[in-house]
């Protein structure tokens, strides 16, 4: 059931026919290009339909933090594994307000809300619906990301303003069971649906680093790309070493060019989408972040921290942008 819509078909954003029938081979096929030929293709798609002179910034905050029931293998916030981690209660509305002022005021365009939980409970979504329309009221786009959801519950959502949901579908569906268990792969295809039938936009992406093989990178752009609608954003998080968690034990490095490879590849597959360099950016170098801005990504979380991990300082995130003259709302 995973796999969905192969077909070729007009996106109704832009007009633009896109492809969701891509096979494995093919994505292969483009990640294996020379590099020279993989840059000029992605970023010739990029330009087609981005401004390739800016990059789109978002900040994230935990609004609930820790004492999640599922068991992700790579996961701080996992109840299953002993990570040092304190559980928190749902934030207070006012601190979540002000947290997201402070954001805007930073230079961030997107304001990302996160609670560590399998679903949200009914009177937990009442207190995030009202903050997502308390942040909407600043003048930011919202997202938020609450585990599963009901299609009612998708719809709550949607009728407080809330522009994105992000739920990502992590990794391939052969390395997914690796990681996870009390979670499958079909229920995330679920929640996204449920999510982009109520008229929200979809925020899906996943990690890379965690013992995969690049066909499970690859794997897993095929799986988003052949969802009826490419997501409006593609997240690629690189995944943050953390005390306590399964995937310690196989956890490997990207190489540098892997990466830029991975994300050109995203962009090639899915030419309107914004891929988003998310976690593990305190790992990468400017030159590192500049090749994939190159590749095609163009978007970034600000601020010190990602939920419960490290992310460059802002000072650094704007000297890098202007030194490649690249704008956002940093500037």
């Known amino acids: 059931m995973i796999a969905s819509g192969r077909v070729e078909r007009n996106d109704s954003r832009n007009g633009a026919q896109l492809r969701s029938n891509w096979e494995r081979a093919e994505a292969q096929a483009l990640y294996n290009l020379p590099f020279a030929d993989l840059m000029f293709q992605a970023q010739s798609v990029h330009r087609d339909n981005f401004d390739p002179n800016h990059v789109e910034t978002a900040s994230l905050l935990s609004i609930k933090t820790g004492g999640c029931p599922e068991d992700c293998g790579y996961c701080s916030q996992s109840a299953h594994y002993q990570t040092g981690l304190k559980a928190t209660r749902l934030m207070d509305c006012a601190d979540v307000v002000a947290s997201a002022q402070r954001a805007k005021d930073a230079g961030a365009s997107r304001f990302c809300m996160a609670a560590a939980w399998r679903s949200p409970k009914d009177r937990d979504l009442d207190q995030v619906c009202y903050m997502v329309s308390a942040v909407k009221g600043l003048g930011m786009e ?84 052949n969802l009826p609608s490419h997501p409006e954003s593609v997240p690629i998080n690189m995944w943050n070493e953390v005390e306590g ?77 202007d030194r490649l003259g690249i704008a956002s709302s940093l500037a």
Do not use: W
Request: contains cysteine.
């Open 142 to 225: 919202t997202c938020v990301t609450l585990g599963m959801l009901t299609p009612n519950q998708a719809i709550q959502l949607f009728e407080a303003g809330l522009d994105f949901y992000n739920h990502n579908v992590d990794t391939s569906p052969e390395f997914y069971g690796k990681i996870i268990s009390t979670r499958t792969l079909q229920d995330r295809i679920d929640t996204l649906a449920h999510v982009r039938e109520a008229g929200i936009k979809v925020c899906s992406g996943g990690i890379i680093g965690m013992g995969e093989r690049v066909e499970d990178r690859l794997g897993m752009l095929v799986l988003l790309a």
């Open 245 to 321: 968690v399964p995937v310690n034990d196989t956890a490997e490095r990207p190489e540098p060019f892997a990466l830029v490879r991975l994300v050109a590849t995203a962009r090639i597959m899915m030419p309107k989408s914004v891929v988003r360099l998310s976690a593990g950016r305190q790992y990468m170098t400017d030159e590192l972040q500049a090749l994939c801005f190159f590749a095609g990504a163009n978007s970034i979380f600000i601020g010190d921290t990602l939920l419960t991990t490290k992310n460059p300082q802002r000072d650094r995130d704007s000297n890098l942008l």
